[in-house]
C-alpha cells in the first residue's frame, strides 16, 4: 500500500474515535439530564433533552461502530467510496 492509503485509514481512524469519544461524553450528559429529571420511562415519550441526547448518542455510536468496523476488515470499497463523496 501506499503512503497515501495509509494515511487515509489513519484519517478514517482517528476521525471515528473522536466521534466514539465525544458520543460516549454526550450518553453520560444525557444519562445525567435523565437522572436529574426523576421520571423514569415517561420521559421518553415526550423527548427531554436527556432522552433527545441519549438518542443521539447512540446513534452517534453506531455510526462510529461501523466505521471502526470498516477500517479493523480494511474494506477498502467502502472507503474509496466514502472519500470519493466527500472529495466530490
Not at 14 to 42: D, T
Amino acid at each position: 500500500m501506499s503512503i497515501f492509503k495509509e494515511a487515509k485509514y489513519l484519517v478514517y481512524l482517528n476521525f471515528n474515535i473522536i466521534i466514539a469519544f465525544y458520543s460516549s461524553i454526550l450518553l453520560a450528559f444525557g444519562i445525567v439530564l435523565q437522572i436529574g429529571e426523576e421520571k423514569g420511562i415517561k420521559t421518553f415519550s415526550r423527548l427531554s433533552i436527556g432522552a433527545f441526547s441519549i438518542c443521539v448518542s447512540i446513534l452517534d455510536l453506531l455510526i462510529a461502530g461501523c466505521g471502526l468496523w470498516i477500517f479493523a476488515k480494511r474494506k477498502s470499497s467502502v472507503l474509496n467510496y466514502a472519500s470519493y463523496t466527500c472529495i466530490r
